[in-house]
């Protein structure tokens, strides 16, 4: 390939940019609150774990909200719904920061869940056609890398912002970007060139899709395994490995930064050799999750199997979303939103048997150990699509379009 051609190929275009700038905010603000739950109790007269079903809403909002959303602006342009979200988004902000009733705030989170789902499902599908079928991992890779972005910079900055000035801050400036935001997607998202007829019927399809479902089962086992020892890394890190309480910031950044290098190698390779990939990061998972369980009451080791959790862990991400929207065909929008409630499915769960376990004589070890078990049985679901693979062998996947995208995309498979 000539080099001109090559560098064109390897340059996402910049609306994938603009569309990670969105995720941020939305990442940002699903888990800024939980830095901030003491002082929003305090100021609106209920308990810190009252406080905590803020956290709870937002995600149910998304489980449930992201098919639902999907759906219901199945029938508008896709840079209109952006842009509706994004305005959506920024009202909820501002709702919550005028209100004294933690009722309404609590009803405000839910509407901004609402709108971060219909955001990423539609987000997730004008990011990869605009990117094409050679680099749907990569570009789903820069939309999670927004959000885990949002886990290293974001939610640190709105913290300090919260507890400098009141909790209200935070949610002021996220306000203000949200509305920057959709203003500068109306830009820089093109009009559809001709409308095309999405029913609802079509997108309905993809639950008959057995490898759909296949992935959605990876999608909440491996994440809801990782992100269900991260909710509860604190008391390990402090209870268990012995590290100041000061220092548990720079290890959850660490973390961070691990996520956000997983998600970019994991969107590169994933392109090329996705359940390969998949597989490599399912198994590193685990293995990175059982040495925590025995080697967490080292400080040192604790650190460096935390940060690498996050590089494993999220390498997988961005290529589960771009199976999922491949074997969906032609119906990625609902497919794209099916794969962000498998992962708050997954969460939920996970972090529910977590805290059954951290109660349990297991103590600090219990979470990870929970991990550990979910992140092997991933293997299972990607077992079976190898093994799908291997009998239809000669059956292109289906693409997201055009007979060109599919046959760019059985070369993905066979490359497996």
């Not at 004294?100 to 869940?113: G, I, K, M, N, Q």
């Not at 997108?203 to 759909?212: C, D, I, K, N, P």
């Not at 199997?305 to 991400?317: I, K």
Request: glycine letters at 12%; charged letters at 10%; hydrophobic letters at 55%.
């Amino acid at each position: 390939m000539p080099p001109l051609l090559r560098d064109r190929s390897s340059k996402l275009p910049s609306v994938v940019l603009v569309l990670a700038a969105g995720t941020f905010l939305m990442g940002t603000t699903e888990f800024v609150i939980a830095g901030l739950l003491p002082e929003i109790g305090d100021d609106l007269g209920v308990s810190v774990s009252h406080a905590g079903l803020l956290i709870t809403a937002f995600a149910a909002g998304m489980i449930v909200g992201a098919p639902v959303m999907a759906i219901a602006t199945l029938r508008l342009p896709r840079r209109s719904t952006l842009i509706l979200a994004l305005v959506v988004f920024a009202l909820g902000h501002v709702v919550a920061a005028l209100s004294s009733s933690f009722t309404v705030v609590l009803a405000a989170r839910v509407v901004t869940a609402l709108a971060t789902g219909a955001f990423w499902c539609v987000g997730a599908v004008v990011a990869t056609t605009a990117a094409g079928p050679a680099a749907t991992s990569r570009a789903l890779g820069l939309l999670l890398g927004g959000m885990n972005l949002a886990n290293v910079a974001g939610v640190p900055l709105g913290s300090w912002l919260g507890q400098v000035s009141d909790w209200r801050g935070p949610f002021w400036v996220l306000a203000a970007l949200s509305a920057g935001a959709a203003v500068v997607i109306g830009r820089f998202i093109p009009d559809e060139e001709r409308c095309e007829r999405r029913s609802v019927r079509a997108e309905l399809t993809v639950l008959r899709q057995g490898r759909v479902w296949l992935v959605l089962s990876a999608t909440a086992l491996l994440l809801g395994g990782v992100l269900a020892t991260y909710t509860y890394i604190s008391p390990l890190l402090t209870e268990r490995a012995g590290i100041p309480a000061w220092a548990v910031p720079l290890v959850l950044t660490g973390y961070g930064l691990g996520a956000l290098l997983g998600t970019t190698v994991g969107g590169r390779l994933g392109d090329r050799r996705p359940l390969a990939t998949l597989i490599t990061a399912a198994a590193a998972s685990t293995v990175v999750l059982f040495l925590l369980v025995f080697l967490s009451t080292s400080p040192v080791a604790t650190v460096v199997l935390v940060t690498v959790m996050g590089v494993t862990g999220f390498a997988a991400a961005p290529v589960l979303g771009a199976l999922i929207m491949r074997f969906a065909g032609s119906a990625p929008t609902l497919a794209s939103a099916l794969g962000s409630s498998a992962s708050n499915v997954g969460i939920a769960i996970g972090s529910a048997v977590a805290g059954i376990a951290l109660a349990s004589s297991l103590r600090q070890a219990g979470p990870p150990l929970v991990g550990a078990v979910a992140a092997a049985l991933t293997l299972v679901p990607l077992t079976a699509l190898g093994l799908m693979r291997a009998t239809c062998s000669g059956v292109p996947l289906p693409g997201p379009g055009s007979p060109a995208d599919q046959s760019v995309e059985a070369g993905h498979q066979d490359s497996v």
